[in-house]
């Protein structure tokens, strides 16, 4: 019912800023938490960030507080990911994913749609 089509990864240098997108399609998007989960090689899909439906509230994992931000526009039907003084150790496929749910929290189990990911690679 809902795809999800990351965009804006890259390499970068350390310290270099991102910003990822992740577009929606198939459903109202207003009534679906978004959340960024990533993934790096040999390694389980770890939490990011989410946000309610509305854009309300958001929550972040504590490697990334006060780095990254994650924002809803729901005219738009777009989820973003803002991501400041990328570190090394960031470097990993970066997933969409929705729920419809008012917020879907930090489990992989939680969320029912994914992208297809983003590459993005931090150089030190």
């Known amino acids: 019912q809902v795809q999800l089509v990351e965009s804006g990864g890259g390499l970068v240098q350390a310290g270099d800023s991102l910003r990822l997108s992740c577009a929606a399609s198939?459903?109202?998007?207003?009534?679906?938490?978004m959340g960024w989960f990533r993934q790096a090689p040999g390694k389980e899909r770890e939490f990011v960030a989410a946000?309610?439906?509305?854009?309300?509230?958001?929550f972040y994992a504590d490697s990334v507080k006060g780095r990254f931000t994650i924002s809803k526009d729901n005219a738009k039907t777009t989820v973003y990911l803002q991501m400041n003084s990328l570190k090394p150790e960031d470097t990993a496929v970066y997933y969409c994913a929705a729920k419809q749910t008012i917020f879907g929290g930090r489990s992989t189990d939680n969320y029912d749609y994914w992208g297809q990911g983003t590459q993005v690679t931090v150089s030190s």
């Open positions: 946000i309610s439906r509305s854009g309300g509230r958001t």
């Open positions: 198939g459903g109202t998007f207003s009534s679906y938490a």
